[in-house]
């Protein structure tokens, strides 16, 4: 009795550690995401901290700010629109025994193009903070870059944990849809 006992609770404190250790994990790390990009204003915070090792002045500072401004309120509307899209797809797809296919289309042609927009958008935001630093900076960006990218692979390597190769999000239209 005393045996069953003690393996029952070897058990249950190997199964408490377990659920410790998988708690103190971060959310990114629990849904099996790596580092991400940094954002217009992740992007200011980075080049502020290190505005001396690249050499950026308080000029080009301030114009970066404004760039990163004005993409951020072209991303709300086209956000805002995508949004309304989607409900409109939604709505359009409710009921399974009276579906518009080619208003579904449209609705979907209307999605896809809004985040073709809004890629298009982000890669000219990019080319415009590029514009703004001389060439010196843009290669001493580009370095520091490249030792952000390294020491975040050495810290997960490091901890045992392998990132799975991205796949390429490719939504499928059914067959119905095409017609």
Known sequence: MKKAKSILMTVAALFLF???VAAQRGPAQRRG??????????????????????GLTEEQLAEIKE????????NVSLRNELNIQQLELKKAM????????NQIQAVLSKIAQIRTDMTVARMKHQDAIRNV???EQKEALQKLGRGRRASGRDFLRDR??????????IRRIPEDFRK
């Open 67 to 74: 760039l990163g401004l004005q993409m951020e309120e072209k």
């Open 94 to 101: 409710q009921n399974p025994e009276d579906r518009d296919y």
């Open 160 to 169: 045992g944990i392998r990132r799975a190769p991205r796949s390429p999000r």
């Open 33 to 54: 995401r790596g580092f991400t990009k940094p954002r217009s204003g992740q992007l200011l915070m980075i080049l502020k901290s290190q505005q001396e090792r690249l």
């Open 18 to 20: 377990t659920q410790m």
């Open 133 to 135: 630093l001389t060439p």
